[in-house]
């Protein structure tokens, strides 16, 4: 995982999401995955800002991790 990614907090899902940050899928797919359950899902701060725990994507990540 990037050494820079937030420990705790809240992220956007252009920190999330490859190139910038550690999951390397598509927004479509993300989405479908944020549907489906697979990924954490979002707080709305406002009406057009939506974030995620950087709690909840860093063990999405090292769960990534350990499947592999």
């Known amino acids: 995982m990037a050494h820079d ?3 705790t907090g809240f992220v956007r899902l252009s920190q999330i999401l490859a190139p ?3 999951i390397p899928v598509s927004k479509s797919t993300w989405w479908q995955g944020v549907k489906d359950g697979r990924f954490p899902q ?3 701060l406002g009406p ?3 974030v995620w ?3 909840d994507i860093r ?3 090292v769960s990534i991790g350990t499947q592999s």
């Open 20 to 22: 910038y940050g550690p």
């Open 42 to 44: 979002p707080r709305k």
């Open 59 to 61: 063990a999405l990540f």
């Open 53 to 55: 725990r950087a709690e």
């Open 48 to 50: 057009r800002t939506t």
């Open 5 to 7: 990614f937030p420990a």
